[in-house]
């Protein structure tokens, strides 16, 4: 039980475009999920936290209008990095968690490479 | 604020052998305390938790205590397999205060067979 999903799982695009990535728990309700960001050897790094049905929090020093992130069921969310630039390469991965609970199911990652 | 401090890897050990991976927390409140396991090319995985002072957690030959005298939460393993090469992240999470996972840097480590 507990499983999440992501697709796709490495993404490769040019300069400019758009960039969507789907996050989804498959066997359980996700009232909150997260979005963090991963550099080669190094932690995570939160991105933002979204409630089903709300706006997502972003933490300090992210860009709200390049990651856009919406929560429309407690099945899916979705991280769209728009006009990506070489330095939005990373991999990316989501949690989520169902009530307010301290524990996250996370989702495999997303490597997106942008050229 | 609340923070976590691991040790840096790589580590590398020969099969079989005794591991102890430390790390050590900053909190204000009473957090539960995590240990996460990346393999390569895929997310985080919880390997084992505790929630209060004195708890172990334990999961497939791991363990940790949660030594609240001694802010610590060193993991350990008896006898390491090939198999548990990955990163170990230990985080920290205090619902009282917000609803994050903060994240050491994470230790590498290296099994040879």
């Known amino acids: 039980g507990a499983v999440v999903s992501q697709h796709p799982s490495w993404v490769i695009c040019k300069s400019g475009t758009s960039v969507k990535i789907e996050c989804r728990s498959l066997d359980f309700q996700a009232t909150t999920m997260f979005w963090y960001r991963q550099f080669p050897k190094q932690s995570l790094m939160l991105m933002a936290t979204s409630n089903e049905g709300s706006k997502a929090t972003y933490e300090q020093g992210v860009e709200k209008d390049k990651f856009l992130i919406n929560h429309a069921s407690l099945t899916l969310s979705t991280l769209t990095v728009t006009s990506a630039h070489p330095e939005d390469s990373s991999f990316y991965i989501c949690?989520?968690?169902?009530?307010?609970?301290?524990?996250?199911?996370f989702g495999p990652g997303t490597r997106l490479t942008v050229l | 604020g609340n923070s976590v401090t691991q040790m840096e890897g790589p580590v590398t050990l020969s099969e079989e052998a005794f591991l102890t991976i430390n790390c050590t927390y900053t909190?204000?409140?009473?957090?539960?305390l995590f240990w996460y396991v990346q393999y390569p090319g895929e997310g985080l995985q919880l390997l084992l938790k505790a929630t209060k002072a004195d708890d172990k957690g334990s999961n497939k030959g791991f363990e940790a205590t949660y030594r609240k005298e001694t802010t610590s939460f060193h993991l350990e393993k008896g006898s390491v397999q090939v198999s548990d090469s990955a990163v170990y992240f230990c985080a920290l999470s205090d619902l009282r205060r917000d609803d994050k996972i903060i994240f050491g840097k994470g230790t590498r480590l290296h099994i040879l067979p």
């Open positions: 909190a204000t409140g009473y957090p539960s």
């Open positions: 949690s989520a968690r169902t009530g307010r609970t301290d524990t996250q199911y």
